[in-house]
Structure formats: structure tokens, C-alpha cells
């Protein structure tokens, strides 16, 4: 009736949007099909049936586990199946012949014994490190041998046997290498390209992210690092492909691989292409994404530096973040359009404004730090110190509060918002955000969550109230100082990223633009 | 000769080793060979061969390929070896039938276009991302679709052929999963649950052996992070281990996929074991481990901070980096030995050190910042300012050098270097790392290492000497709040750590150790 139409429906809609999301995946399906209706042709048709017989199911079962997705991947495993029929083939005949020579008892028991042999051997090496690429090619060796031999030994002529069965083999391969080039070819080392030149734009993509929500949001309505929602971020698309272009990997190694087998084809024109190139570059730009991570970290940490510091900082950090970000995107534009271009004036202005941004934290650091001393003047403050130390909370907070009022009317007629972040001198600045400062250290989080009773147990302090509460503050500031740093180590990071991307601009010879 | 003697036994001597490392393999290699030897015995012997024909082959074929490493996935590929053959015989035969009866000349037309059908529809489902697990069973769907009805229309009666080829596959399927679980069984819940323990004592010694490193060395002979030694710092072991950590998710989710297809086995007796809270854990902990990623990106900076800078903040370092790496090696044993207990002091103790941490960072975070502005004497900085600014960078450091001989004088009298870290009144402490920090500020890293010539090329900054240098001086030293900060952040996460390993603990049915 109505819901089960309704279902169907919608179970369409979400197969249609799959099919459109990427168009290879229809076109590799067809692939399929059609290369198993032509293998089959063979044995539907009387001609071809007649002259191979039988075996010629062999084919049918070759073209169904050589299939892959792309080019290199099918002359991979093309090259597997081919090389362990061979192997086993050659192998089998040899021991068959020596089975034989041994008469009609001993036989059975050396075809045994060497079934066994080839089943430990085999299963041995394919665990070995350098080999387990070749996982499938051992299997084809310990199933093809097992075949061939004990079908000689029930039919005779194993030699006989085992040509017929590599004739086949070799139709079956020839015909889905054939239908895998010829028709809509997918080639590993496009995937491989349009990869690495995605995992650019999403690290770029969730940089820009995860430093707007960390300028942007009050702070308190992130969702916690809860294990629940651990992976989970719905409000950050960006960091989730991050996370993804993290785990990749494996898949950029697999497609440089199955790359290596492709013959020269569309842009990529000369042989012996550097498609290993290509994953180290994406292992550099992953030492990014981790940077980004640790960010991310910082933005979801359970300790927060105020809403207000981080605004204070705003201007210099959007000016990091966006040419930094802009920096990645040209890089991977770059690879995309496979050009080679200078990066230097863009590492100059995101260089020039990470200066910026650190010379801002350094104008401002004391921000950064409640408890804090001039380095000039460090032959007299014992009197001061210890007049704080002795002072409690609410003496401290009075005096605190008179001394914000006389800044407020002393400073106010001074700046203006608007030039707080251009060219004001540093003096001027500086009280402007202490009101800031003074306002916001009532509202920070409390850390750690959990109730540390036992505080007292390890001996050593005095547990008065008040260091413990600065610490707690100045703490929750200095991750505002991690935030930064952090994103000035990604840009410390981009000078290794712009070398690997100019390494492989020049071993795949990427035409130059600006020279 | 005596090279070939000597290289042949090196490699004895590697493969030895190989199979030491983990004798699982070895056992794994003759299983192998035991089952596809007793699956040949029923070819070699006289008597079942007469039963079974030559379909027997079949049985050879499915051990070779179903055999896997754990019980687990051999389990799950003989599921999806047995469900593919099943549906794909009921396919075949249905389809064999309506071909029969529309008679000779449309037969072979109708068997085309299933066959056609048939791969085009498997291979878009098996891309399907929730049925990518089930891809081999697809592959079994197509072959053995195409076999039958292929074989059916040659040779007849294709209800004969594919039960015979579906009693010999069942056959294979048998003796496959008998060897593997009664002869030294590989279980995959086993696996994983090392896997997952060994990943906590990972975590923990790289955590222990990046802070090391922090602490121990000069700083000038890191291996820098240059893109061609990317991924190897052959002095660190354990970050190594860390690093393998971070990207063994897909093992870990393979393994729990597997173990859920074994029987109740060895420690883990009960049914419906939860085997995905492990990935759970394992995802938690990778949460902490890139924590220590971002630790380490610190240690390899390139803007590092002073080393005596990092001396002095050393003890309390030391602390949380052990107590908290205890506690995840506590964790770890525990989910090893599958006890609860209960984690409260250690818990507390991290949390009582790393307040500690805070709190002297907290009392000498001065020393984090050259520029540096007491919070209550805001309103009369300004002169001070001024002439700061206006002082040329020699007369400053003719201050700075007058200033640092009469606080030596001064303080040498007062404070001994053994009581620095311990109960000494932070007043008394700061003026000892004054110093400290004044002689450090010679030999701090230039950053960055390019040169940034167009620096006045963006306009708004008067490109004065001295707030150049200071911005580079304050974010080195940043950088080690950054550390500590990243450090608190790792100790925060301990926290969400716990609970998981608890939620573990109880749906796992740990035995309470302590309650």
C-alpha cells in the first residue's frame, strides 16, 4: 500500500543518488556485465565451445576474480593470477612427471606430501611483510597446483590438463583486461590524483572551520568530548573529512600501486610517472592534518580560554588562517591543473602574518598570565608579592573592581573600538583588554571535572584558596597560547608541504606557469 | 661460495625470526597445508572420488580459498561462501528453467542477458558502503551463477551440476572450518583483545618517551622534520608503535567483525561477547594517542623553547607524564587480565599533579612571556612603555646585564638550587629563573627558518627591531605551554578513557577486583 510504495520510493531515490554521486560506480558495473556476457559467449556459442571444451568455465571464473575497479588494479591481480597459474602449472608437471616415474603406490603419497608442502609454504609466505601484496597471487599458486595435479592423477596427461586450463586462464584475463581498458576505463592513477588534490582542499576546508568556531562560538554550546559522541561532530562536515583524509592512507598506497601498472594514459603522458611521489606528499600533508586535529582538540577541550581573549586575538589569527589556508588551496590547485608555479610570495604573507600574530601574543602575552612580573623591575617586587599571597579572595576582588573603574574612565576616552586591532601603540591596548579580562575571569570553566578531593594527601603545598583558582585561570588562558602555537606550527609544517609539492612538480614534470 | 653460504644464512636466520616473532604464523601455515591435503585424500583415494566425480575439485578450490587467518573470518567467509552459492544456484536454476521452456533459439538469449543482469547488479551492490564487508560473497554470487547456468546449458540437467557442485563446496567449507577450529585455533576475539592491550602500553610508553626527550636533550640535535625523514625518528621506538597505533582502526574493526561470527571461546565464555565496545576503547584511546602526536610535533619543532626553561618546569612534567602513563598501563593490564577495578586514586593522583603542573606554570608564567605587565598597576604603565620602545636594543641589554649581576648577588643568599621545585615561596622561586631566563635568551632558534624579506610589503607595522625580536623570543617560549597545555589535554581525556574501559568492563562481565 501506501508506506511500502512510499519506502520503495525513497530506497530509489537513495540507489539514484548513489549512482550520481559518482558516475564510475554505474560504469564499473556495466564492466562487469559485459565482460561476463563475452566469456560466456564463448561457451553459448557451438565454435568456441568445440575447440576448448569444457575448461572453458576456467575463464568464466577468471574474468569474476580478476575484475577490479580500476586499470592498474586488474593488471595487478592480471599479473598475480598469470604468474602463480604459471608457477603452479610449471611446478605441477615437474611433480606429476617424478610422481609418476615413482610407480603406482608411492604416487599418491608424494602427491600428498607435496600438497601439503606447497599449502605450508605458500600460507607462510604470504605473511611476510614485503609479500602480503601478493596475498592473492600464493592462493592462485596453492589452489591452481592442488587442481592440476590431482586432476592429472584422476584423468592423466596432467600436461594436457593443465594447458587447457591456462588457455582458459589466459582468455578469461585477456578479456577483462580487454572490457577493463577499453570500455569507460577507470584508472587508479586519475583516482589517485583527484585524491590527493580532495585531501588539499579538506584540510584547508576544516582549518578554516575549526578556527571560525573557535572565534565565533561562546563556548558553551559545543558538544563535550563525550566517548558516546566521540567521532561525531554533525555541525562540522570539514573536520570530517579531515578525520577520513587522515585514514587514507592505505588507499592513496593502494591506488600508487595499482598506478604502477597503468601504461602512460590521458594527462599523465611519460612513463615510469612518480605516482610514489604522490603518497608522500600525502604524508606530509597528513603531518598537517594532525596539526589540525590538535586543534580541533583544543576547540572541544574541557579547558577554555575565554570568549572575549580569543576575540582580542581574532583580526591576527583569520589573517593566519586564511592565507595559510589559501597556501593549501593553491597547492593542491596547482597538482590539480598539474602546473608548476612559485609559491613564494603566498609563504611570504603567510609568514609575514604569522610574525603578526606572534608579535601580537607577545604585545599582549601578559593576558595570557594572571600572576605576573616585569622582567625589568625584578629587583623589587618581594613587597608586592607577598602582599598578594597574604591578601584573601575578597580583598583581592575589591581592589580589583576600584581598579577597573578608574581604568574604564581613564581608557574610554582614549580608544575606540575600531582601532583595537590596527595600529594603536601596545600601552594603549593593553588596558583596553585588561577591562576585558577583569569582566570575563568570573564565567571560565572550572577544571578538572571531576571533584579532586585528595588534594591535600601528596603534602608539599598549602592548599589556600587562592593559587589554586589562579592556576585553574591562568591555565584556561595559556590554551588560547596552545591554539596558537598550534596553528603556527601548521604553517611551520606548510614550508615542508610546499618542497614535497615542488619535488613532485619536478620529477612528474608539471609545466611551469610563471617562469 | 662463501657469500652465497653467508647470505643463504641470513636468511635462515630472518625467516627464523619471523616465525619466533609470532608462532601463530607457523601454526597458521601448516593448518593450511593439513586442510588442503585431507581435501585432496578424497580425490586420492579411490572411494569418494567414485561417490563425488569430478566436482570434487570444487572442494579443493573453496578451502584455498576460504581458509583465513582467525576463526572468526574463516567463519564469515564461509558464510558468504555458502549464502553466495546457495542464492546464486536458486538464481541459476530458476532462470535455467524459464530458458528451457521458451526453447531452443531464445534459450542461449535469455541466459545472456541473466548473465549480463547478474554482474552489473552484484557489482553495484557490492559498493554499496553498508555491503563493501560482503564484497567476496558477491564475487561467489557471479561465479557461481555464471558456472551453473553455463555449465547447465552444455552439459544439461543444471539441477544435477549445481547440487554436485554445492554438496563438494560444502564439503571444502567443512573441512576448512573443522581444521581451523580444532587444530591450535587462531581466534580473532583473542587478537583483538591483545591488540587492544598492547595499544595501552603503546600509548603509554611513547607518551613517557617524547616527554623524556623533551626534558633530557639540548635541543639542538633533533633530527629535524624534514620531508624525507617524515615518518622515521629511528631513536624513538615507542612512538613508532604510537604511530602504528593511530592507524590500526580498520584492524581493530576487521578483528571485532570476525570475532563476532566465533563461539563462546577461551576467557571470553559468555555469548554476545562485546566485541565492539573494543573498537569503542580503541577509538577512545586513539583520541589520547593523538595527544601525544601533537606532543611529539612539539618535541620536533622547529620553535622550541629554552632547554634550561624546560629543566625548570621538569619535576612536576615528570609527575603527571608517569602517573598518567601509569594509569594507562593500569587500564590496559586490567583490560588484559579482564579484572575491574576501580581507577578513583590513580585517577586522582594524575589529577592532584597535573594541578600542580598548572599551578607552577601558573606562579612562573612570567617566565613564558618576555613583555610582561602586572595586572594591578594598569594605570600608570605608560611611561615605562615608552621608553622601552624608544631604548635601542644595546642599551637594553646594557640593562638587562646590570640587572641580572645584582640579582645574582642578591639571590644567590637566599635560595639554594636544591629546594627550586619543592615548597620554596614563589617569590623567592622567581627571581632564581630570572636568571635562568636571561641567559637563556641568547641561544634561542630563529624562526622561521626562511627568511621573510617583504616584510614591510603589507604595510601597518612600523618594522622596528625590537618587537621583531621580542615575537620571536615570547612564542618559543610558548611553546612549552603549549606542551604542558597539550599534556593537561591528554590527562583530560584520561577521564572519557576510564569511563569507556569501564563501560567495557561491566558489558564484558569483568570480574570486580576490589568491590
Not at 586462464?169 to 588534490?197: D, R, S, Y
Not at 577541550?301 to 589556508?325: G, H, M
Not at 603534602?459 to 588560547?480: N, Q, V, W
Request: aromatic share 12%.
Amino acid at each position: 500500500g501506501r508506506v511500502g510504495d512510499f519506502s520503495i520510493q525513497a530506497w530509489i531515490w537513495k540507489v539514484w543518488e548513489f549512482a550520481k554521486e559518482d558516475s564510475n560506480r554505474v560504469k564499473f558495473s556495466f564492466k562487469v556485465g559485459l565482460a561476463v556476457l563475452l566469456v560466456s559467449l564463448l561457451i553459448l556459442f557451438r565454435a568456441p565451445y568445440e575447440i576448448f571444451g569444457t575448461n572453458i568455465i576456467w575463464s568464466i571464473l577468471t574474468v569474476a576474480i580478476m575484475f577490479e575497479y580500476t586499470v592498474g588494479a586488474t593488471f595487478n591481480r592480471g599479473f598475480n593470477r598469470a604468474l602463480g597459474s604459471l608457477l603452479a602449472g610449471i611446478l605441477a608437471i615437474a611433480i606429476a612427471q617424478v610422481a609418476l616415474s615413482t610407480g603406482r603406490v608411492a604416487e599418491p603419497i608424494i602427491i600428498g606430501i607435496s600438497i601439503f608442502f606447497i599449502g605450508t609454504v605458500t600460507s607462510f609466505m604470504k605473511q611476510w611483510s614485503s609479500l602480503v601484496p601478493y596475498e592473492y597471487g600464493f592462493r592462485v599458486i596453492l589452489f591452481t597446483y592442488c587442481l592440476i595435479i590431482v586432476s592429472g592423477y584422476r584423468m592423466g596427461n596432467p600436461i594436457r590438463t593443465s594447458m587447457d586450463r591456462l588457455y582458459s586462464i589466459a582468455i578469461g584475463g585477456f578479456v577483462a583486461v580487454l572490457v577493463n581498458v577499453l570500455v569507460f576505463p577507470i584508472w587508479a592513477g586519475e583516482q589517485l590524483h583527484k585524491e590527493l588534490v580532495s585531501s588539499f582542499h579538506s584540510v584547508a576546508d576544516s582549518l578554516e572551520e575549526c578556527v571560525k568556531k573557535y572565534l565565533e562560538d561562546e563556548g558553551f554550546d559545543h558538544p563535550e568530548f563525550a566517548s558516546t559522541v566521540m567521532d561525531e561532530f554533525p555541525d562540522e562536515p570539514a573536520y570530517k573529512k579531515c578525520k577520513s583524509t587522515l585514514n587514507c592512507s592505505a588507499k592513496l598506497e593502494a591506488l600508487a600501486l595499482a598506478a604502477k601498472w597503468e601504461p602512460p594514459h590521458g594527462r599523465f603522458r611519460h612513463f615510469f610517472y612518480p605516482w610514489s611521489e604522490y603518497v608522500k606528499v600525502g604524508a606530509v600533508l597528513r603531518y598537517c592534518a594532525y596539526e589540525v586535529m590538535a586543534l580541533h582538540g583544543v576547540l572541544h577541550s574541557e579547558i577554555q580560554a575565554p570568549y572575549n581573549l580569543r576575540y582580542t586575538f581574532q583580526t591576527e589569527i583569520q589573517d593566519v588562517t586564511s592565507q595559510a589556508a589559501e597556501l593549501v588551496r593553491s597547492l593542491g590547485k596547482d597538482i590539480g591543473s598539474m602546473t608548476r608555479s612559485l609559491k613564494t610570495s603566498l609563504l611570504k604573507s603567510v609568514h609575514s602574518s604569522t610574525e603578526r600574530l606572534q608579535r601580537t601574543i607577545d604585545m599582549h602575552s601578559y593576558l595570557l598570565t594572571t600572576y605576573c612580573e616585569p622582567p625589568d623591575n625584578s629587583s623589587k617586587p618581594l613587597p608586592k608579592l607577598s602582599y598578594t599571597l597574604s591578601s584573601t579572595l575578597s580583598d583581592l576582588s575589591n581592589q580589583l573592581q576600584a581598579d577597573l573603574e578608574s581604568n574604564n574612565l581613564e581608557k574610554n576616552s582614549n580608544t575606540t573600538p575600531q582601532n583595537m586591532f590596527s595600529g594603536t601603540p601596545p600601552a594603549a591596548q593593553a588596558e583596553t583588554y585588561h577591562e576585558t579580562m577583569r569582566k570575563q575571569s568570573r564565567r571560565l570553566h572550572s577544571w578538572p571535572s571531576r571533584e579532586v578531593s585528595a588534594f591535600e594527601e601528596d603534602g608539599g603545598f598549602t592548599a589556600d584558596f587562592l593559587p589554586r583558582m589562579k592556576a585553574l585561570e591562568s591555565t584556561a588562558t595559556l590554551s588560547l597560547a596552545t591554539f596558537t602555537s598550534l596553528l603556527i606550527e601548521f604553517v611551520a609544517r606548510l614550508d615542508h608541504l610546499v618542497e614535497a609539492v615542488d619535488q613532485l612538480s619536478k620529477m612528474a614534470k608539471f609545466k611551469n606557469e610563471n617562469l
